[in-house]
């Protein structure tokens, strides 16, 4: 009897002992589960290490290069991959490729540091490159359309670029403006021909009530000896203590002398992002001298203490800081780029700056 109950007993405590272990054991996965979920809860952050171009035989090696460029580096955003074929479709529509569309699949390498590093094969269909045919005017009693032409960015015969719209129209407002017709609309149409690569334009002005109270703008005059008279230094950071006019102004000889175009990188020193900007340069030497080989950069203040209206007057209204201004040495306006693409999760990415400089 008393082994039989030994026995019970000793049977007793490894049943006990069992369910103790189970306990643990499931308490463990309990407590892991969570931390998994912890670690899993948000998409990877996605390094792309390369991008491989499939298709676009109208595309040149030179734009499927700063497609590619643009495309590389690191994102955080759960839809990147439906962005990054946005932007590719986006840049080729500005280069004129109106009807281009472009799709993505996905090759991982490697998760190295909690990051998934990939390759991208990208396929394009670009279509026809599509020119500016002709531009109807209409609407407009202020100015005479050769008037508007010269204001605007709509030059028969050009490539056309989605971008020209928006920038013509904030031109085109601003013109209006000066004249004190501050609440002037301008509206743009695009037909297109995809048999001939063909656009034509339709901008119907309603230019509204001219302002009692609308002053134009009062800004100096200078001489073409005062600007060859002002030694010509260049622009490091943004400083209100300089008159944006003759900086621009001076630059713009730099330019001509040196065979650049000019780059207007416009902001404020109390912006975060403008510093940050200016620190990508800064920490990558080979981007600033990118930059420099084909420009030449003027930092130009928009701070509280000078907004340097005049010296911005003739161009598209900012849509943020920092935002940049790209220029021929004569002047002209070539394009804006406010940098929302150049943003990765650390700042900005080099490589799609090196992109944008590149177009140039």
């Known amino acids: 009897m008393r082994n039989r109950s030994a026995r019970r007993v000793v049977a007793l405590m490894y049943s006990l002992v069992f369910l103790a272990l189970a306990g643990i054991a499931s308490a463990q996965s309990k407590s892991d589960t969570p931390f998994q979920n912890a670690t899993t809860a948000g998409p990877p952050i996605v390094v792309v290490d390369a991008v491989k171009i499939e298709g676009g035989a109208e595309i040149s090696l030179d734009e499927k290069a700063s497609i590619a ?9 759960s839809d990147w991959l439906a962005r990054l074929k946005a932007n590719a479709a986006r840049q080729l529509q500005n280069d004129g490729f109106l009807d281009a569309t472009a799709t993505a699949k996905v090759e991982p390498i490697r998760l190295l540091d ?23 005017w209409a609407g407009s009693s ?7 032409e010269n204001i605007g960015l709509l030059r028969v015969g050009d490539v056309f670029r989605t971008s020209i719209l ?16 501050n609440q002037t609309l301008v509206a743009l149409q695009l037909q297109k021909h995809p ?13 509204g009530p001219k302002s009692a109270e609308g002053k134009p703008l009062q800004c100096k005059q200078y001489s073409a000896q005062d600007i060859l008279n002002t030694p010509f230094v260049p ?15 001076r630059a713009q000889l730099e330019a001509q002398r040196t065979n650049k175009k000019l780059l207007l990188i416009v902001g404020d020193s109390s912006c975060g992002w403008c510093r940050l900007l200016d620190q990508t340069f800064q920490r990558n030497p080979a981007t600033t001298a990118l930059r420099d080989k084909i420009f030449i950069a003027v930092h130009v203040d928009v701070s509280e203490d000078n907004s340097n209206e005049c010296a911005l007057r003739a161009y598209p209204k900012l849509t943020g800081i920092p935002f940049i201004y790209v220029l021929d040495a004569d002047g002209k306006l070539l394009g804006t780029e406010d940098m929302t693409d150049w943003e990765s999760s650390d700042g900005y990415d080099r490589h799609r700056i090196e992109a944008f400089l590149l177009k140039w």
């Open 142 to 148: 202020v100015f005479s359309t050769a008037q508007l």
């Open 114 to 136: 909690g990051k998934e590093h990939v390759t991208v094969l990208l396929a394009l269909t670009a279509g026809p490159r599509y020119s500016i045919q002709t531009v109807y």
């Open 195 to 207: 048999e001939a690569g063909k656009v034509a334009i339709c901008v119907d002005i309603t230019e």
């Open 235 to 249: 622009s490091l950071t943004y400083d209100p203590e300089i008159d944006g006019q003759m900086q621009i102004a």
């Open 69 to 77: 460029n643009k495309l590389q580096g690191e994102t955080a955003h």
């Open 166 to 181: 928006r920038d013509s129209e904030s031109l085109l407002r601003q013109a209006f403006a000066t004249r004190g017709y």
